[in-house]
């Protein structure tokens, strides 16, 4: 899933069109991934306050079973004790199943 965070200050369904259609590719291609290891997902794009608490309650709404969280490398290594982001740390506190937290590979230029 995908969530596209909307501050208080604004209607749910204020416009994010540029934001869903990100959701929307990021989404295909974790499907993609998913597929070629018999993986079923449950894709979609979902609108809340709190991304966290979004992805916890949709976890538990579906019974999943794992939530693969993608987190860039830079926020995980943000602080001298590796500490990740308030968002991971959540969901890994928060999730009623397995959480698997991803990262795609330093690139050269940011080595």
């Keep these: ?3 596209i965070e909307v ?12 934001e869903e259609e990100e959701g929307r590719r990021l989404l295909e291609q974790a499907c ?6 018999g993986v ?4 979609q794009v979902v609108r809340a306050r709190d991304t ?5 309650a949709q976890a538990m709404s579906d019974r999943t079973e794992l ?3 993608g987190a ?8 001298p004790r590796n500490i990740a982001p308030d968002l991971v740390l959540r969901v890994l506190r928060d999730a009623p199943c397995r959480v698997m937290v991803v990262s795609a590979a330093r690139s050269r230029s940011a080595a």
């Excluded at 860039?72 to 602080?79: C, K, V, Y």
Aim: avoid cysteine; glycine fraction near 4%; hydrophobic fraction near 55%.
């Design 52 to 56: 966290g608490a979004a992805i916890v």
């Design 7 to 18: 501050p208080a200050l604004l209607p749910l369904d204020a416009h994010f069109a540029d």
């Design 67 to 69: 939530i693969v969280l």
């Design 32 to 37: 993609s991934t998913a597929d070629t290891y």
């Design 72 to 79: 860039p490398r830079a926020e995980l290594a943000g602080s």
């Design 1 to 3: 899933m995908s969530v």
């Design 40 to 43: 079923k997902v449950n894709a």
